[in-house]
C-alpha cells in the first residue's frame, strides 16, 4: 500500500492518508497492517497537535489585545524591546499610539515631538520614564 499525499506545513512535510487507506488490513501481511496502524496514528496525532498549536496563538492574541487596551486606559507606557550593548543601550517604547526611541544618555525620546515622557534610566531588562511627578518603570520579561 502506498499513501503519495503530502501535506506541507511551516516547518515540517506530513505524510497524510485518509483513514480508509491506513485501516484496510485484507490482504497485507503482518508489517503492512503494523505500518498503516502507525500511519494513521501518525495521521492523528499530527491533526492534534495542529489543532492544539493554534489554540495557544488565538489565547495570546487576545490576551496581547487585552493588554495593549489595558496600556491605552491607563495612558502607560509600553516597553516593547531593549537592545544594544554595554553604554550604547536604546528602548522601543509604546505610548498613545507612537513607538518612541529612547537612548541610554539622552533624557528626550526620539522623535521629541510629543513625548512627555523622560527617561530617567536604562539598564539590559527595564526602563525608568518619569512624567512631571509621575515615575513608571517597566521591564522585560523572559
Same mark, same amino acid.
Given at each position: ?34 505500518? !498503516? *496502524? =502507525? ?11 495542529? +489543532? /492544539?498549536?493554534? #489554540? @495557544? ?33 536604546? !528602548? *522601543? =517604547? ?11 544618555? +539622552? /533624557?528626550?525620546? #526620539? @522623535? ?31
Amino acid at each position: 500500500m502506498k499513501c503519495n499525499k503530502w501535506s506541507w506545513w511551516p516547518g515540517a512535510v506530513l505524510l497524510c492518508c485518509s483513514a480508509a487507506e491506513a485501516t484496510t488490513t485484507h490482504g497485507m501481511d503482518e508489517f503492512d497492517q503494523q505500518a !498503516a *496502524t =502507525v500511519r494513521a496514528l501518525i495521521h492523528q496525532e499530527t491533526a492534534s497537535l495542529l +489543532q /492544539t498549536l493554534h #489554540q @495557544p496563538r488565538q489565547a495570546a492574541s487576545s490576551a496581547g489585545m487585552a493588554a495593549e487596551a489595558d496600556h491605552l486606559a491607563t495612558d502607560q507606557p509600553r516597553l516593547v524591546a531593549i537592545y544594544g550593548v554595554g553604554q550604547g543601550l536604546h !528602548a *522601543t =517604547v509604546q505610548w498613545q499610539g507612537q513607538r518612541l526611541q529612547y537612548i541610554q544618555g +539622552q /533624557t528626550h525620546a #526620539q @522623535p521629541q515631538l510629543s513625548s512627555a515622557w523622560t527617561l530617567q534610566s536604562l539598564s539590559a531588562r527595564c526602563i525608568v520614564l518619569r512624567h512631571e511627578e509621575q515615575r513608571h518603570q517597566a521591564c522585560l520579561t523572559r
